[in-house]
C-alpha cells in the first residue's frame, strides 16, 4: 500500500494568496483527518470526515479555511486568503473504523506565507 | 474541553540511559491512548492502549496505561541515537468517534 499521499509537500505563497492541499487517504479507510502542526500549537485536529462526510470541524481556525471530500479517495484543504500565520505543516491522516484502528499520517505539507 | 499534557517538555540523555515519558488526560469519554514518534515527517504509530490492553511492549518500547490515574507512561530502555524524536501523546476520548487530542510532545534527544 502506497500510504496516505500529499500533495504538494512545499508550498512558498504570499500573503492573500488562495492555497489548496490535497490528500489521498489509504484504500479503503473511512475516515480522513486533517491536522496543522506548529511549534507553538503543537499537532492540532483541523477537521475529520466519515465516509466523506464532514463530522467535526470546530478545530478549523475560521472562514478563511475549508475543507471537502468529493470522493473517498480526496480531500483538498484550502486556504483563502492565506496570511503569514497559516505558516505550519499540515498533515492529513486516514484510518479505518475510527477509533478502533490507529491514524496513518501522510508525509505532510510544509506551507510558508511570505 | 479535552486536555493531554506530556512531560517532560524535553529530555537530554546519552546512549545507553533509560527514558520514562509521561502522559496524563482529561477526556469525556475514554476509549483509547496512542503513542507516536516523529522524526522529520510525519508521526509513526507506536502502541494504542485500551481498557483491554493496558500494557504494550516492542523491543526496547514498553508502556502501561494508568485508568485510575488517568495517565501512560511510555519507557525507554538502552536508548539509541535512533530514539531522538519527539514522542507524542494522544487520546480518543471525546464526544467525537475517532478524534484524537493530542499533547505538546517530548523532545527526547539522545547523545553518543
Known amino acids: 500500500d502506497a500510504g496516505v499521499i500529499q500533495s504538494p509537500r512545499h508550498e512558498v505563497t504570499e500573503m492573500g494568496q488562495e492555497v489548496t492541499l490535497r490528500c489521498k487517504p489509504i484504500s479503503g479507510h473511512d475516515y480522513l483527518f486533517w491536522y496543522r502542526q506548529t511549534m507553538m500549537r503543537g499537532l492540532e485536529l483541523l477537521i475529520y470526515f466519515n465516509n466523506n462526510v464532514p463530522i467535526d470541524d470546530s478545530g478549523m481556525p475560521e472562514d478563511r479555511f475549508s475543507a471537502k471530500m468529493p470522493n473517498a479517495s480526496f480531500s483538498t484543504l484550502k486556504i483563502q486568503p492565506s496570511e503569514p500565520r497559516d505558516s505550519a505543516v499540515y498533515f492529513c491522516a486516514s484510518s479505518l473504523s475510527g477509533g478502533k484502528e490507529t491514524q496513518y499520517f501522510g508525509p505532510g505539507t510544509r506551507l510558508l506565507v511570505l | 474541553e479535552d486536555k493531554v499534557v506530556q512531560s517532560p517538555l524535553s529530555l537530554v540523555v546519552h546512549e545507553g540511559d533509560t527514558v520514562t515519558l509521561n502522559c496524563s488526560y482529561e477526556v469525556t469519554n475514554f476509549r483509547s491512548l496512542l503513542w507516536y514518534k516523529q522524526e522529520k515527517k510525519a508521526p509513526t504509530f507506536l502502541f494504542m492502549l485500551?481498557?483491554?490492553?493496558i500494557e504494550k511492549k516492542s523491543g526496547r518500547l514498553s508502556s502501561i496505561l494508568d485508568k485510575k490515574e488517568l495517565s501512560s507512561i511510555l519507557n525507554i530502555t538502552a536508548t539509541q541515537t535512533g530514539d531522538s524524536a519527539i514522542y507524542l501523546c494522544?487520546?480518543?476520548?471525546?464526544?467525537?468517534?475517532?478524534?484524537?487530542?493530542f499533547g505538546q510532545g517530548t523532545i527526547l534527544t539522545v547523545h553518543p
Open positions: 494522544a487520546v480518543d476520548g471525546g464526544t467525537s468517534y475517532g478524534k484524537l487530542t
Open positions: 485500551t481498557s483491554s490492553g
